[in-house]
């Protein structure tokens, strides 16, 4: 199998790599994360406008991309640059709005224009069987009630996609009217509560249990990608800093034990990168969910590793507010959580 990036996704990367280098730099970063909507709204305009969130969707439906190896090209790039922009949360939204055949929608988020997110769990858990919220039909539209946890991406957005239940099966609408708690995550970025009391809403379907799933195993796929580059910049940073520190007199890169510790890293990103691979490869298969689980359950694993080990090798600065580093170490951490953590992935292999 060829891993190159074809050239158009190698043009998209370098072209993400360059721009996340020279606009969005560390400093830049730490100045957006404290304040709402804990983004730049400029910043998420000109991101629009480089073209990222059409490659999230297939030419057939409104993008020019949409295969898994366009999801991790981007995300990869997302995770060197520690950018906070709400990339995941739209790239989720389009997805699932395009799969519901809202062109309309798709056209608005992919321009821009619009800035949708995706609500689907709630503060029970993580599983769409646990998912409470409700739509009634009530005459020409659609009543939603429930709560919405941990929406990524929700301050400043235009809409909410909710999963919600409904007789035929677990549907998605449209609301921009709900009631929302904006706050931000710990590792940067926004997210928020959605609290849903006879709200109005538009139906995209009433029975859309497959395409939240794809959404979603999707954005799982991205996070992998994002704590790939996460890993390497972080692993990087690491042998850098033990080439410059002197202990006795020399390098304490010239230490065999931390080059051990070193290696061990590389090896463990690699397997990381190489399951990424496989599961980006099998993204639009019957198969997705167990390849995207067990890349996400080994992610999660081998980020908490990272990122203790690049804390140790660093000392007392790693765990500094103004070193890059621990910021690094504290999105990889956060990662796991994300959209269900190595546990929940277990336990979504053992069930299929």
Not at 179 to 201: R, S
Not at 290 to 315: C, D, F, P, S, W
Request: aromatic share 8%; hydrophobic share 45%; proline share 2%.
């Amino acid at each position: 199998m060829d891993f190159k990036l074809t050239e158009d996704r190698q043009m998209l990367s370098d072209t993400l790599r360059r721009y996340l280098a020279d606009q969005y730099t560390f400093d830049f970063r730490n100045s957006v994360i404290d304040t709402a909507p804990y983004h730049s709204t400029e910043k998420w305009a000109e991101l629009a406008g480089l073209g990222l969130i059409g490659a999230f969707v297939t030419e057939e439906k409104g993008g020019f991309g949409g295969a898994g190896f366009d999801l991790t090209c981007v995300f990869e790039e997302v995770g060197r640059g520690l950018c906070v922009e709400p990339l995941l949360g739209a790239m989720m939204s389009v997805r699932a709005t395009a799969e519901c055949g809202a062109e309309d929608l798709v056209e608005a988020q992919i321009g821009g224009a619009q800035r949708l997110v995706l609500a689907v769990f709630e503060p029970e858990g993580e599983a769409l069987d646990l998912i409470r919220t409700t739509a009634t039909k009530s005459g020409d539209a659609w009543v939603l009630n429930g709560r919405k946890s941990v929406v990524y991406g929700l301050p400043g957005a235009d809409g909410v996609l909710v999963a919600a239940k409904t007789d035929a099966g677990l549907g998605l609408f449209l609301t921009k009217d709900a009631e929302t708690l904006d706050y931000a995550m710990i590792d940067g970025g926004g997210a928020g509560e959605v609290i849903l009391d006879n709200t109005t809403a538009t139906c995209l379907s009433e029975d859309a249990t497959a395409i939240i799933e794809a959404a979603l195993d999707a954005g799982r796929l991205a996070l992998c990608a994002e704590a790939v580059g996460v890993m390497q910049v972080l692993t990087d940073m690491t042998v850098d800093y033990l080439k410059q520190r002197k202990q006795f007199g020399r390098p304490i890169a010239s230490f065999q034990a931390l080059q051990h510790r070193t290696v061990d890293m590389a090896i463990e990103i690699e397997q990381c990168r190489a399951i990424t691979i496989l599961a980006a490869s099998k993204l639009e298969t019957a198969e997705a969910g167990k390849y995207v689980a067990m890349a996400k359950n080994l992610i999660g694993r081998t980020a908490n590793l990272i990122a203790e080990e690049a804390i140790q090798l660093h000392g007392g600065i790693g765990m500094t507010w103004e070193y890059p580093g621990s910021h690094y170490a504290k999105r990889l951490s956060m990662i796991d959580h994300q959209l269900g953590d190595r546990y929940a992935q277990l336990y979504r292999l053992m069930a299929a």
